[in-house]
């Protein structure tokens, strides 16, 4: 992975080889999907990093996401040609400066910092500077009106039915200051079904799209992309009253010496294939073409923009990669929005609920937005926990002592109790079954949420308990022979049980509990856990039984580090 600081300020090059998002491009070892920033080509040291490591985390986000980051020093604001070498350890990625291939640091090991540490003071920075890469085009366009310049007919046709921003408002179901934030958008009809998925998890809805503007001919070519970019969102602000998102994009063919011209285009469709389809013949296959995308946040108080960019060779190019240029901008804004707007990861149940209980033309509304949740919000987070926290220690043994099996995150327990009982709810449990330690506490959670009690075996006959069923089992964690009991007097004939546990690795535990249900002669109706080893075989072991068993998250270890493999579903 290389990353270059170049004439126009940060350069992120990015040579995803792993990642499941570039699989189709793995063949082409040039192509190269970058983001870059505008204006001034001077940060200071502490927005270098933030923004680098802003770049490689939605890079990282796609392919590794076990990898901690962490960055050396920038000994100052980075001067053209000076390159940073990534080189990884197994769980470490370490961000190596260097000026004209000597390393600026000598001794760079004592000078890393881990990122997170300072991300607060460096988002704090990163804020209070939000502004100025538009400066320019509001300057621009400032004695104008910009009205003029970019024409929807759908947005026309939209205020002259609601004439004022007023009446606009009144459409809002709810109190939106108190629940819910109404944006609007102009992008991609497909860019905006995904908009109203994942900003829906925040919240956010969006009234409408208005994926029609185009310039207005008198002023055609006079604007750049990201001008449009901006100058949509800020129409759709200033008209609708909310917050607004706009996109454009730009596909760039660079002149193929001095017998092929260059070729720029703004919409995509068959023929820009066509044409490239045409160039391949009498061009050099590495004749650069390039995916632009932009795209820009208004509210009022704050203009946003985000770029995307996508480097291919012609021999490789095809339209469909403007969607990874377009991803990584939209991605950029997100992560962009999430720090500026504090938007909170999920809405809490509370407010939730309200949504949910909405009266008919609020339902309506909702349901015009494409509410979304995600599923599983605690897989999520739990997902987030493990790939920050969790250590790994010999015998690939997964060290999650820190908010899960021994100082414990209890909130997160009840999200992810949520989600299990949500996945098991169908399986029409009477009681939840458990052992101690660890299982207790996803246990208690998902007994709380389907309203049922919780019996835990335990590691040996307690004085209290009399007409106790016994089994052995072997803990892999431990490599010991433990006895599991339970009381005939809690689990029954009668009893239908879904077991609980935290882990599920090579599968002695949960077929121990089985085989105690069993001989207390309760049906086992399914499994639920926090996390499967997916490298441990658990699932195969305890396939003979045919009971269904869920997972909130399946993860492997290697040599490569731990690897979260459902992280796309999320
Ligand atoms: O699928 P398996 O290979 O059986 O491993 C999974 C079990 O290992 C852990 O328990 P551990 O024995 O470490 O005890 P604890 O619950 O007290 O942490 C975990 O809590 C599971 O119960």
């Known amino acids: 992975m290389t990353v270059l600081f170049g004439q126009f300020g940060f350069c992120c090059a990015c040579y995803a080889y792993t990642s499941k998002f570039f699989h189709n491009y793995i063949?082409?070892?040039?192509?190269?999907?970058?983001?870059?920033?505008?204006?001034?080509?001077?940060?200071?040291?502490?927005?270098?990093?933030?923004f680098l490591k802003r770049r490689y985390l939605n890079l990282v986000s796609r392919h590794r996401r076990n990898t901690k980051i962490q960055f050396c020093t920038v000994k100052s604001c980075l001067p053209n040609n000076q390159n940073i070498n990534f080189s990884e350890d197994r769980r470490t990625t370490f961000i190596d400066f260097k000026e004209n291939g000597t390393q600026v640091d000598e001794d760079h090991e004592s000078k890393l910092y881990q990122l997170e540490e300072d991300e607060d003071e460096l988002i704090q920075e990163y804020a209070e500077d939000n502004l100025w890469e538009t400066t320019a085009v509001t300057e621009r366009y400032a004695s104008l009106d910009q009205r003029d310049y970019l024409i929807s007919k759908k947005l026309v046709e939209y205020l002259d039915v609601r004439k004022n921003e007023a009446q606009i408002q009144s459409e809002y179901p709810m109190d939106k200051d108190a629940i819910l934030d109404w944006w609007v958008a102009?992008?991609?009809?497909?860019?905006?079904?995904?908009?109203?998925?994942?900003?829906?998890?925040?919240?956010?809805?969006?009234?409408?799209?208005?994926?029609?503007?185009?310039?207005?001919?008198?002023?055609?070519?006079?604007?750049?992309?990201?001008?449009?970019?901006?100058?949509?969102?800020?129409?759709?602000?200033?008209?609708m009253g909310v917050p607004a998102i706009a996109d454009s994009l730009l596909f760039v063919i660079e002149p193929g010496g001095s017998h092929s011209q260059g070729y720029q285009f703004e919409q995509l469709d068959d023929n820009v294939?066509?044409?490239?389809?045409?160039?391949?013949?009498?061009?050099?296959?590495?004749?650069?073409?390039?995916?632009?995308?932009?795209?820009?946040?208004?509210?009022?108080?704050?203009?946003?923009?985000?770029?995307?960019?996508?480097?291919?060779d012609i021999f490789f190019a095809h339209s469909s990669q403007a969607s990874i240029a377009s991803s990584t901008a939209f991605d950029n804004l997100m992560l962009r929005l999430r720090t500026d707007l504090h938007l909170p990861a999920y809405r809490p149940d509370d407010e939730m609920d309200v949504i949910q209980n909405a009266d008919a033309k609020d339902a309506a509304l909702l349901s015009k937005s494409v509410y979304k949740r995600q599923k599983l919000p605690g897989a999520v987070l739990l997902a987030d926990r493990l790939l920050h926290e969790a250590d790994l220690l010999q015998g690939n043994l997964i060290k999650v002592t820190s908010f899960l099996n021994h100082q414990v995150d209890v909130s997160l327990m009840e999200s992810c109790g949520k989600d299990l009982a949500s996945l098991l709810r169908d399986t029409n449990p009477t009681k939840i079954l458990t052992i101690e330690t660890s299982g207790l506490l996803p246990a208690i959670t998902v007994s709380r949420e389907l309203g049922l009690f919780m019996v835990y075996a335990r590691h040996g006959k307690s004085i209290t308990m009399s007409d106790c069923i016994h089994t052995f089992y072997r803990s892999q964690t431990k490599g010991e022979l433990y006895e599991l009991v339970i009381s005939r007097e809690y689990l029954g004939e009668n009893d239908r049980v879904v077991i609980i546990d935290d882990f599920l690795a090579g599968g002695s535990t949960l077929d121990a509990l089985i085989r105690l249900a069993n001989m207390a002669g309760t049906e086992v109706c399914g499994i639920g856990v926090l996390i499967e080893r997916t490298?441990?075989?658990?699932?195969?072991?305890?396939?003979?039984?045919?009971?269904?068993?869920?997972?909130?998250?399946?993860?492997?270890?290697s040599s490569e580090?731990?690897?979260?493999?459902?992280?796309?579903?999320f």
């Open 27 to 50: 063949f082409n070892p040039k192509q190269k999907c970058k983001g870059s920033f505008y204006g001034n080509s001077l940060f200071s040291k502490k927005q270098s990093c933030y």
């Open 186 to 239: 102009a992008v991609d009809s497909k860019k905006f079904k995904e908009l109203q998925n994942l900003y829906g998890n925040f919240g956010i809805f969006f009234l409408e799209n208005f994926p029609d503007f185009a310039e207005n001919k008198l002023y055609e070519g006079k604007l750049t992309p990201k001008d449009k970019a901006i100058l949509k969102a800020r129409r759709l602000y200033s008209c």
């Open 273 to 312: 294939d066509r044409l490239l389809e045409t160039l391949r013949t009498t061009s050099k296959p590495n004749r650069v073409t390039t995916f632009y995308s932009y795209v820009a946040y208004c509210d009022g108080e704050r203009e946003l923009v985000e770029e995307g960019i996508c480097e291919v």
């Open 535 to 557: 490298d441990m075989g658990g699932r195969a072991f305890l396939s003979g039984y045919n009971i269904p068993i869920f997972s909130l998250v399946r993860l492997s270890v």
């Open 561 to 569: 580090g731990l690897r979260v493999e459902n992280i796309d579903k």
